[in-house]
T-cell receptor, first 118, second 117 residues
Framework: AQTVTQSQPEMSVQEAETVTLSCTYD???????LFWYKQPPSRQMILVIR??????QNATENRFSVNFQKAAKSFSLKISDSQLGDAAMYFC???????????????FGKGTTLSVSS | GAVVSQHPSRVICKSGTSVKIECRSL??????MFWYRQFPKQSLMLMAT?????????EQGVEKDKFLINHASLTLSTLTVTSAHPEDSSFYIC?????????????FGPGTRLTVL
């Protein structure tokens, strides 16, 4: 079975600074997707960024980028120029791409609570 | 973008009663919906996978007779918590996958906060 591990329960960063959230995963599959989701106090899950395992290039979405190390099974999220609105709980998630994707659920890590100070 | 709605957003009920939570896809048809449960400051735990027109698949440790799932149509799935107890108090989130695109993106409902007294 696949597992996702986030070893940082809490992180903090100052506005305009950069912070990196860690995530490791375990799988025997070769084809999968990795995601970072943001859950603000409203509890609505928001997709931040995704990475296809077959792609070597790290995904980037504006101030958010990932460092995907497939061999090491590591998938960290870097937030640049942090803003107050980035404060939230961040979840790393895995989804198999081997089988029918529509029928395959996300597997989440335990989450990292990010606080941003001014 | 796609929108997923959940109703009610929050509910308070007495112990022993049943509560139904609806999850609707407003923009597209979903053959599969997922139900997650999230306790305070914890992660989302998959409870079951709901398939339109067939029985739901439950994760290990989730009582199928207690958490009844009905995927009545391609846009509606319901989760009924039967004989609710205080330990069932949690945040319930539905999720579904939009097919047909190059990437099957997963969308989440806003969640339902259940409090059992």
């Amino acid at each position: 079975a696949q597992t996702v591990t986030q070893s940082q329960p809490e992180m903090s960063v100052q506005e305009a600074e950069t912070v990196t959230l860690s995530c490791t995963y375990d799988t025997s599959e070769s084809d999968y997707y990795l995601f970072w989701y943001k859950q603000p106090p409203s509890r609505q899950m928001i997709l931040v960024i995704r990475q296809e395992a077959y792609k070597q290039q790290n995904a980037t979405e504006n101030r958010f980028s990932v460092n995907f190390q497939k061999a090491a099974k590591s998938f960290s999220l870097k937030i640049s120029d942090s803003q107050l609105g980035d404060a939230a709980m961040y979840f790393c998630a895995y989804r198999s791409a081997v089988h029918n994707q529509a029928g395959t659920a996300l597997i989440f890590g335990k989450g990292t609570t990010l606080s941003v100070s001014s | 973008g796609a929108v997923v709605s959940q109703h009610p957003s929050r509910v308070i009920c007495k112990s022993g009663t049943s509560v139904k939570i609806e999850c609707r896809s407003l923009d597209f048809q979903a053959t599969t919906m997922f139900w997650y449960r999230q306790f305070p400051k914890q992660s989302l735990m998959l409870m079951a996978t709901s398939n339109e027109g067939s029985k739901a698949t439950y994760e290990q440790g989730v009582e199928k007779d207690k958490f009844l799932i009905n995927h009545a149509s391609l846009t509606l799935s319901t989760l009924t918590v039967t004989s609710a107890h205080p330990e069932d108090s949690s945040f319930y989130i539905c999720s579904l996958v939009r097919q047909g695109l190059s990437y099957n993106e997963q969308f989440f409902g806003p969640g339902t906060r259940l409090t059992v007294l």
